[in-house]
Each structure stands twice: as structure tokens, then as C-alpha cells.
């Protein structure tokens, strides 16, 4: 008997948890906080060093898989190491995306497409290969990390905000096509964090990015209650539906007022230098 068989049989306690995206910021710091509660993990990143680098940090006994989930063989091969080498799935958190900036006229087709495989194809192809093992074993957790964007959609973030939302709607369907079967679905909406992705932004006075750590607690949190949308921080969840009640004059005026336009709108470009090269390797890599 192989040792992960054994393992797999002997100490079943153990949870396996598959999470993309896992290279750095938020992705990174829901890996370590799901390993540090006992969790084995298989990871995933686009970037070979940025993989390695993980692995490393989270010790012996977790795996990881290089490739782009925007492709179903990668997120199928996400399941079958799941399975081979720890012989189950428990969670499963979709969290690669990309944050492009700037009027969506600006931007290029080639960009706007890559947006939507990563943050939204990406998640509906996780979603499938994590729900098809689940549901076998009738039991699971899918954690899809969306945005507070997906409720309040910003200017300048155009075509984030669109595939926030998808993941959203997503997640709120799939649950339902779920319902009884032991499987879990929820959606987490994190506001802006403070990872390289944010980079170069102008927050209104008196707002810090949240840090990863917040959104990792809030994947831990929903694991341990399950709920079908989860805000990060929790009185998000307060606020923001209550904003589409308000009417559209007042509510641009309070945007002014708080210059939330301003955010993705009015970005200091050189400090964004860096994440911007790194979306034009992945389109190339894409081949889009």
C-alpha cells in the first residue's frame, strides 16, 4: 500500500483541498491557512517558481500542478491528483483571476477575452471537474471567490466586475443544481485586497486594501458554517445590498463624494507596471 493510500485510508480526518490561483496573495494565504488547519493540498499556478515557491513554504505531504485553469484538462488534472495520490476531494476553492483597469474602450480584445477565461471560464471549468468527484462521494465543499464588485459593479473595472458577477450567478446556481446531494457551494466577495493586483489604485481616504489573511479567514469560515455567500469583511454583506435601493442620481452622488470612481478610473500607471507585463505574459501564453 502506498503511503498516500495509506494515509488516505488510516487518517481520514485529514481534509484534501484543491485551491487555484495559489502562487501568491489571496490564492497563497487561503493555501497555508487550509494547510495549517490540517488540510493536504494540491495547488495550482501558471507560474512554475511562483508553485514551487508555495510547495515549499506548506512542507512535505501537498502537491502541486503548473498549468492554466482556464483549460478543462488542467482543472480535470487538478481532481486526479486529488484522488491518486490522497484518494479524495473535500474542498475545492476557484480562486485564480486577473484585475485589468482603465475604460473598457481601451482595452484590447485579446485582454477582455483573457479576463473572462480566467475569472470566469476558469471558475466554470473548476466547478465541474470539483462538483463531478463530489457528488460521487456526496460530500464537498466548492468555495468560489468572487468580488464585492459582483454586487457593485465599479467603473473602470468594466470587465471584472462582469465576470465577478458570472461567478456569483454561478455560484448561486450551481448550489441549487446541488441541493441534497451533501455538496456545498458558496461564494465569497472579498473588497479590494492588498495583493499585486491592486497595485497603483487611489482608495478614498480613510480605505486600506484588506489584507489576504481577511479572505482566508473567511474561506475558513465558511467551511466550518456553510452559507451561500459570505462578504469580506462580514458587514459588507450589510451594505452593499442596500445600495440597489438607492436611486441611481443619489447614489452617483454619493460615489462622487467618495470619489469611487477614482479607484480603478485614476490609477498611478507606473505603479501597476509590473502586473500589467505579467497580463501580457499570460495572454501569450494563452495564445489569445
Known sequence: MTSAHAHAKGDAIDRVAVVTGAG????????????????????CDIDPA??????????????AVVGDVSEPMVCHT?????????GRLDVWVNNAGILPI???RSQSAALVDRVVAVNLNAVLHGSRAAVAVMQERGTGHLINIASAAATRPM???AAYSATKAGVLALSRALRREVRG????VSAILPSL???HMSHGLRLPCGLTPLPP???????????????????????????????????????DRMDDLLQVDAIACRAVPEQRTAYEEEMRRSIKHSGA
Not at 511562483?50 to 502537491?63: F, I, K, M, N, Q
Open 24 to 43: 501568491r496573495g489571496i490564492g497563497r494565504r487561503i493555501a497555508m491557512t487550509l494547510a495549517d488547519r490540517g488540510h493536504r493540498l494540491v495547488i
Open 155 to 157: 467603473a473602470g473595472m
Open 213 to 251: 489573511a481577511a479572505v482566508a479567514a473567511a474561506v475558513e469560515r465558511t467551511l466550518r458554517r456553510p452559507v451561500p455567500v459570505s462578504y469580506a469583511p462580514r458587514w459588507l454583506g450589510w451594505v452593499l445590498p442596500w445600495t440597489n435601493l438607492v436611486p441611481a442620481a443619489l447614489l
Open 181 to 184: 446531494s451533501g455538496v456545498h
Open 50 to 63: 511562483t508553485a514551487e515557491d508555495v510547495l515549499t513554504s506548506l512542507g512535505p505531504g501537498h502537491r
Open 193 to 195: 485586497a492588498a495583493t
Open 102 to 104: 482603465g475604460p473598457l
Open 78 to 86: 487538478l481532481a486526479e491528483h486529488a484522488l491518486h495520490h490522497f
